[in-house]
């Protein structure tokens, strides 16, 4: 018996890195997965062989989640073949840094689109659903700089800081048709957003984690099962870091 077995869970930007960890952990757990990006290429297609490796339905889909009628076609879509969705994580994510006087207005507008508003698509299209069940969990991804800030990354910080008052307000507001709504705050995770960063950067990171490593794309895909399954289901509302101690 899996912690998943007879759930459904959309990833989003789930064709590598946190996305994909997730999405594996979960279909070992027994959740058939849908999952979408951008495109579906080489890469989206070899993460859809690996879920399907565990025994689960799974399927990916082509979708702008920064596009609200996209969403919404694509989460009908997914309905239409899974029959219900039990599980969201929102895990869609850019970044565009730079220090807030140089950066424009393109920049601020991309990261907070991609990263924030479409958490708003999938959550509008899929909360009717849930509703209707009685029953989900809704699972945004966060950062330890949507909570403390980080120079050069004020875009990306007020994205993830939205995220988090977005999952509050929904675990309100949804709470009494049994939705539940939380953040994961990972701190420095492998991963090749991460690797496109600077050595200069990535050396600061790394002082000041108490555990003296990065984290893994599977460290948060822990948390999420955790928060995907039963086992959390009186906590609503919260932000778990992930972070090694970096930002307690």
Same mark, same amino acid.
């Given at each position: 018996?899996?912690?998943?077995?007879?759930? *459904?869970?959309?990833?989003?930007?789930?064709?590598?890195?946190?996305?994909?960890?997730? @999405?594996?952990?979960?279909?070992?757990?027994?959740?058939?997965?849908?999952?979408?990006?951008?495109?579906?290429?080489?890469?989206?297609?070899?993460?859809?062989k690996e879920i399907?490796?565990?025994?689960? =339905?799974?399927?990916?889909?082509?979708?702008?989640?920064?596009?609200?009628?996209?969403?919404?076609?694509?989460?009908?879509?997914?309905?239409?073949?899974?029959?219900?969705?039990?599980?969201?994580?929102?895990?869609?994510?850019?970044?565009?840094?730079?220090?807030?006087?140089?950066?424009?207005?393109?920049?601020?507008? @991309?990261?907070?689109?991609?990263?924030?508003?479409?958490?708003?698509?999938?959550?509008?299209?899929?909360? %009717?659903?849930?509703?209707?069940?009685?029953?989900?969990?809704?699972?945004?991804?966060?950062?330890?700089?949507? *909570?403390?800030?980080?120079?050069?990354?004020?875009?990306?910080?007020?994205?993830?800081?939205?995220?988090?008052?977005?999952? =509050?307000?929904?675990?309100?507001?949804?709470? %009494?048709?049994?939705?539940?709504?939380?953040?994961?705050?990972?701190?420095?995770?492998?991963?090749?957003?991460?690797? @496109?960063?600077?050595?200069?950067?990535?050396?600061?990171?790394? =002082?000041?984690? %108490?555990?003296?490593?990065?984290?893994? %794309?599977?460290?948060?895909?822990?948390?999420?099962?955790?928060?995907?399954s039963d086992l959390?289901?009186?906590?609503?509302?919260? *932000?778990?870091?992930?972070?090694?101690?970096?930002?307690?």
């Amino acid at each position: 018996m899996g912690l998943l077995d007879g759930k *459904v869970a959309l990833i989003t930007g789930a064709a590598r890195g946190i996305g994909k960890a997730i @999405a594996l952990k979960f279909a070992s757990e027994g959740a058939d997965v849908a999952f979408t990006d951008l495109v579906i290429n080489e890469a989206a297609e070899e993460t859809l062989k690996e879920i399907e490796a565990y025994g689960v =339905k799974a399927k990916a889909y082509a979708s702008n989640a920064a596009n609200f009628d996209e969403t919404h076609t694509v989460v009908s879509e997914i309905l239409a073949e899974f029959g219900h969705i039990d599980i969201l994580v929102n895990n869609a994510g850019i970044t565009k840094d730079g220090l807030m006087m140089r950066m424009d207005e393109k920049q601020w507008d @991309a990261v907070l689109t991609v990263n924030l508003k479409s958490a708003f698509n999938f959550i509008h299209a899929c909360t %009717p659903v849930m509703a209707k069940q009685r029953g989900g969990s809704i699972i945004n991804m966060s950062s330890v700089v949507g *909570v403390s800030g980080n120079a050069g990354q004020c875009n990306y910080s007020a994205s993830k800081a939205g995220l988090i008052g977005l999952a =509050k307000s929904i675990a309100k507001e949804m709470g %009494p048709r049994g939705i539940r709504a939380n953040c994961i705050a990972p701190g420095f995770i492998i991963t090749d957003m991460t690797n @496109a960063l600077s050595e200069k950067v990535r050396e600061e990171w790394a =002082k000041q984690i %108490p555990l003296r490593r990065g984290g893994t %794309p599977e460290d948060v895909a822990n948390v999420a099962l955790f928060l995907a399954s039963d086992l959390s289901s009186y906590v609503s509302g919260q *932000v778990i870091h992930c972070c090694g101690a970096m930002n307690c």
